[in-house]
């Protein structure tokens, strides 16, 4: 039964996609372009990214708000080391897997070790973080991303001609999006730390007693989380073709709705990377119809906020409902 | 130790601080045997399971023989280890994830490996219900299974780590007869295969229908290990009640007023039709196996959880109890069977426990608390009732068990409530703290206070109940008079006859 | 007894704040002696510190219940957006000045009551848990802030208007006296009242003070209700000092006055808080954030100190209390 509803939930999670999809186009057909519909996608790759990269620390009940300060400091550090050191690209990207893995690791220590709840500790490390970013750089952009990188950046995976205008094609930033989807659904359903993930979310008791290492897992989900950042930072320049340090600012709470919506449950293990593709999926439509239809962008933060507060408030009903209906004993029947 | 045993513990005893939970027991479970736990609440069965389990260590001295191999305590690795395997009540199961994973995962995990391999898990989860030969799709959620279903899925987990013992505690709690039945055949099965069931419930009957032998125990000994010839009705009752009753025997009053009409009150999964009278200065024993519901009976009153159907009326007019606050205005008290987490709030001293029911009483029209009133409040509940040390600030969590359940009842006579819900006053409280608990609620009864008392301990009840209830399945099963009912009488109502098997 | 009175006090975490105080106060002056000393930066010190302090207080309050509020800097600055829009439309239109003022704090009130509704009814009622009703009413109230204000800031304040975070009574500033009055009526309310009591009962074990006859809901609503009164507050003083209202006014506070709370010996699981230790915390960071300010240290210097210093506390309570509990096995 339970089942159900969670399939459910990713079943309506999609209606709602199609829905508002076709509320948007009618209002403006501008919107089943080709080209917006690629704009659409390249603009939310990295949001995708990082909304997969905390989907793991969701699941187990946690939650990261230093996302956004991770990805603003990988992007300063493989600036500065694309221009300084190499502009490899391979290197680009180990140097941002890598340092964005190290602030993940932080977090997952503070959280694992220490016992600081996630939200204070990654609000702790966020300020840091930023702060120290913020003060090496003064704000100021990284400009002068080598040439290389930038056609790299530019590449498209296949171009689909256009009415009027240049081709446009599906950016190769894309392949790291799958890459990093299909990545997190084979830790999450093939590792034993990717089971480890649900069965923390389902249990943490029973996880215990049935011999995980819960220390380990939190570790490895924050550490991974980072790394992903890295990947999502490296990912942003090579569209962006400049830094700017202060470009982040509000993003966790994107990729923190992106997950929610995307129905992962703070209550019970439940979720999936295709649920938080469709989460994406929901949210940047939402954002583009707001442009489309002239609405405010301030209504995106309105309708996050409300989303946000009713999707949880529905899980948390839902279990107490379950809950006191429970049985506690066994009625004797009435003897005849 | 003969070589049909899997089993054989001796000297074993456990001692907490201020109580020994186990005196010396011994207990032997043969390979392929369906073995039962016997006793009331506290007699040490608990604490029994942990030590097999490797939770707790026993105190010096103890002997576990497990297959030949000896120890003198285990951990619960070494226990896993050597084929045990306990089911614990709420499964330990995850409703997230699938039956597959649920059963063969844990195989993963003892290897260490990196990487999860589906297909061997559902190989060995399907074997394993082959084997069980019970019909659950292994991809379906967890979460989706009734309860019933779910305990197979936990049997099936305890298999994977190679279990010769496995241990149940109340398995059959939340099952249906036919459900019940089933758990029974795979029992059976696995018997023939050489797998030994320690099976702890209360409910005889069923224990009668499908145990070889019976070990019951009573106030953390062993009275005897019986097979199914030794025991009957009548011997099996003698041995579960037939301890001397060391408690001071209060003289029985005959009250009429009835402060509290419960008329057919029923709530889904916890109790059905219940009826009874509570009457003024009168304490009523609710008794009855645990399990019998209630502890729900009381939670209904008291608005926890409120009853589906029937009426409750207060001094003749019918009242809707939907939360404690609502009762607390119906000067009705909650003394809840878990003191520590339910009854008091640890970290906060005793005066801030105590007048936490009266905070209206002690304030002035600001809404302001007056200290010096709280103080004099506290000081003097606290000496009224002789309670130690008499330090009003002094953490709750630092007093003894007997201490903190007289604070738990003084903040409520603080309030000077009518009526009384008491749930297990006495648990885990030494004997002459009892007693004491004992005067303390017959006194309350003398001045006109109305106590719907549930406890185990039979003893007690005779003590102090002046009538008396036995519940048995959701269901009230009979009524006594507290000066003419016995042990005996009380227990069989109780209990269904062994005679009446189950399937 | 006085000397007992005394080394119990020396005991106390208070006092090791004030020393904390003292010494921070001690190393700011040797620093800069002549800007950090000044009677300018002493009271411009005063006029900075009640709009946090009071944030620091509305967290406290909601830490100490068991939960935690992230919406606060969201809900002061919707507060006095709203309030505003009322004044500025209302000075335009003539009235008086002084009931343009009321008007306005009334306006800021209503809105913070209404934010707090929102966050109390889904915490007590529905049962939500606190971080992840405030993250979704922080973005809430951001997303409505911007609706009005369209990413500018509000202004067009009547003069008599600024007297509000401007002016001194007798020497003190009005924030200041305004943040006293605050810390007297949280002292009697947290430390005094029946309310203040279950709050605190409630932040230790929710269920056995649920079963004891309190209306754990109703207490909860009133906790969230009485950190946006204070939100209101904060707001009103913010947007009186830079003479206009913005969103992101304050928005650095959310983080320390969660530092400060903590710092201040308010046990983030909840159940125990001291006001006292709060504020000597706030004037702590104050001091801090001043200090770093007039030595010259990068203002982006300051954060990192104040997360450093949060997570610090909590790595020291964890470590102590795992000690303590070792001496007890």
Redesign the interface.
């Known amino acids: ?4 509803i ?1 399939k459910g939930k990713e079943a309506g999670i999609l209606a709602v996609f199609l829905a508002i999809s076709l509320v948007i186009a009618l209002s403006s057909p501008v919107f089943l372009r080709i080209d917006n519909l690629f704009d659409i996608i390249k603009s939310n790759i990295v949001l995708g990214i990082m909304a997969i990269a905390m989907l793991p620390i969701i699941l187990t009940g946690g ?1 990261d708000v230093s996302v956004a300060s991770i990805i603003a400091a990988v992007t300063v550090i493989i600036g500065n080391f694309m221009i300084g050191v190499s502009s490899n690209i391979f290197a680009v990207f180990v140097v941002g897997c890598a340092s964005g893995a190290v602030l993940g690791l932080i977090n997952g220590l ?1 959280v694992a070790k ?4 996630p ?3 990654t ?6 973080i ?3 970013v ?2 090496v750089t ?1 704000g100021t952009w990284i400009t002068g991303i080598p040439q290389n990188f930038i056609n790299f950046g530019r590449t498209d995976l296949f171009a689909v001609s256009v009415r009027e205008g240049e081709p446009i094609g599906l950016p190769i930033q894309f392949v790291f999006l799958f890459g990093a989807a299909v990545l997190m659904w084979f830790v999450l ?7 480890g993930v ?2 923390m ?3 943490v ?3 215990e ?4 290492d819960l220390d380990k897992i939190t570790i490895f989900i924050y550490t991974f989380e980072g790394f992903l950042i890295g990947l999502a930072g490296s990912v942003h320049t090579s569209i962006m073709r400049q830094v700017d340090p202060g470009a982040f600012s509000g993003f966790e ?1 994107h990729v ?2 992106a997950v929610v919506l995307g129905g992962a449950s ?1 209550l ?3 979720g999936s990377v295709f649920g938080t593709l469709l989460g994406v999926a929901l949210f940047a439509v939402l954002n583009n119809g707001l442009i489309l239809m002239h609405i ?1 962008v ?9 989303v ?2 009713a999707s ?2 529905v899980d ?2 839902q279990k ?1 409902y379950s809950e ?9 029947p ?1 003897e005849g | 130790m003969d070589s049909s045993e899997f089993l054989h513990i001796e000297k074993v005893s456990k001692t907490f601080p201020g109580v020994k939970a186990l005196n010396d027991i011994s207990l032997s479970v043969r390979k392929g045997e369906i073995h039962a736990l016997i006793g009331e609440n506290g007699a040490g069965k608990s604490t029994l399971i942990k030590i097999l389990s490797g939770v707790y260590q026993p105190d010096e001295g103890a002997e576990i023989v497990i297959e030949g191999w000896r120890a003198h305590s285990l951990t619960p690795i070494e226990s896993a280890k050597r084929g045990i395997s306990v089911i614990y009540q709420d499964f330990s199961l995850f409703p997230n994830l699938t039956v597959g994973e649920n059963i063969a995962v844990a195989r993963d995990i003892e290897k260490g490996s990196t990487f999860v391999h589906w297909r061997e898990m559902r190989r060995t989860a399907g074997k394993i219900l082959e084997r069980l030969g019970v019909d659950i799709n292994i991809d379906a959620s967890l979460g989706s299974l009734s309860i019933a279903k779910q305990q197979l899925v936990a049997i099936a987990r305890s298999l994977t780590y190679n279990a010769k013992l496995i241990i149940m505690d109340e398995p059959t709690s939340a099952l249906s007869k036919g459900e019940v039945d089933l758990l029974f055949r795979i029992m059976r099965s696995l018997r023939a295969e050489g797998i030994s069931f320690l099976f702890v419930s209360h409910k005889l009957d069923e224990l009668f229908a499908i145990s070889d032998r019976f070990t019951v125990l009573r106030d953390g000994k062993h009275l005897g290990t019986f097979d199914e010839e030794g025991l009957d009705d009548d011997r099996l009752i003698s041995l579960m009640v037939g301890r001397k009753i060391e408690y001071t025997i209060f003289p029985k009053r005959k009250r009429t007023e009835p402060v509290l009409e419960v008329r057919g009150i029923s709530r889904t999964g916890c109790f059905q039709d219940v009826s009874f009278d509570l009457r003024e200065g009168e304490i009523l024993g609710l008794t009855g196996l645990v399990g019998a519901g209630r502890t729900e009976i009381l939670q209904a009153i008291y608005g926890i959880n409120p009853p589906d159907s029937g009426k409750i009326l207060l001094r003749g007019e019918e009242v809707s109890v939907h939360s404690p606050i609502d009762a607390v205005r119906y000067e009705i008290a909650y003394i809840p069977e878990n003191r520590l987490a339910e009854g008091l709030v640890l970290r906060k001293t005793m005066s801030d426990n105590i007048v936490v029911t009266v905070l209206d009483k002690i304030s002035n029209r600001l809404g302001l608390i007056q200290r010096d009133k709280q103080n004099r409040l506290a000081q003097d509940w606290i000496q009224r009732l002789n309670i130690k040390p008499n330090i009003p600030e002094m953490q709750t969590s630092k007093l003894s068990g007997g201490n903190q359940q007289r604070i738990v009842i003084v903040k409520w006579l603080a309030r000077d409530s009518k009526i009384l819900l008491v749930d297990e006053p006495t648990n885990g409280i030494d004997v002459g703290a009892k007693m004491e608990i004992h005067r303390i609620l017959r006194d309350l009864a003398e001045s006109g206070m109305s106590i719907l008392l549930v406890s185990s301990e039979l003893p007690e009840i005779l003590a102090i109940a002046d009538r008396i209830i036995v519940m048995r399945r959701g269901r009230i099963a009979g009524q006594f008079d507290g000066d003419t009912a016995t042990q005996e009488m009380i227990m069989e109502k109780a209990i269904l006859g062994i005679k009446q098997q189950v399937g | 007894m006085p000397t007992n009175k005394l080394s119990a006090f020396i005991r106390k975490k208070e006092f090791i704040l004030l020393v904390i105080f003292v010494l921070v106060f001690a190393l700011m002056s040797a620093l800069a002696p002549r800007q950090f000393l000044r009677p300018f930066n002493i009271q411009s010190m005063a006029f900075q510190l009640p709009e946090f302090g009071i944030l620091a207080i509305a967290m406290m309050i909601v830490i100490v219940s068991g939960g935690i509020n992230l919406s606060i800097t969201y809900t002061a600055t919707l507060s006095s957006i709203v309030a505003a829009v009322a004044i500025s439309s209302m000075g335009q239109a003539g009235v008086a000045d002084w009931k343009v003022i009321l008007l306005g704090i009334v306006i800021a009130l209503a809105t913070s009551l209404a934010a707090g509704a929102i966050n109390g009814f889904v915490v007590a009622y529905v049962g939500v848990t606190p971080m992840l009703v405030t993250l979704g009413t922080m973005t809430l109230f951001e997303g409505v802030s911007l609706n009005i204000t369209k990413g500018g800031a509000i202004s067009g304040f009547p003069d008599s208007f600024l007297w509000l975070g401007n002016a001194t009574i007798i020497g003190i500033p009005v924030p200041m006296v305004i943040f006293v009055a605050i810390v007297l009526a949280s002292w009697y309310l947290m430390g005094r009242s029946r309310f203040g009591f279950s709050v605190y009962m409630i932040g230790c074990n929710p269920r056995a003070t649920m079963f004891s006859g309190i209306n754990v809901k109703r207490v909860l609503m009133g906790v969230y209700l009485f950190s946006a009164v204070l939100c209101a507050l904060s707001g009103l003083i913010m947007s009186s000092r830079y003479n206009s209202a913005k969103e992101s006014y304050g928005s650095s506070y959310l983080l320390q006055s969660i530092a400060a709370a903590v710092l201040g010996g308010t046990d983030i699981a909840g159940g125990y808080g001291s006001l006292s230790g709060t504020i000597l915390a706030v004037m702590i960071l104050q001091v801090i954030t001043s200090g770093t300010n007039i030595i010259g240290i990068n203002p982006y210097l300051t954060n990192i100190i104040m997360g450093a210093i949060l997570i610090f506390v909590l790595a020291l309570n964890y470590l102590s209390s795992r000690r303590e509990s070792r001496k007890l096995v």
């Open positions: 039964m339970k089942l159900k969670r939650i503070l220490l016992k600081i709840p939200i204070v500790a609000l702790g490390t966020m300020s840091i930023i702060g120290v913020l003060y003064n359903r093939h590792t034993l730390v990717g089971r649900y069965a979310g389902g249990s008791v029973s996880a007693r049935i011999g995980y709470l923190i709705a703070v019970g293990g439940y405010p301030f209504w995106q933060k309105i309708v996050v906020g409300v946000l507060i949880i408030s948390i009903l107490r006191s209906r429970m049985t506690r004993v066994d009625i004797e009435v």
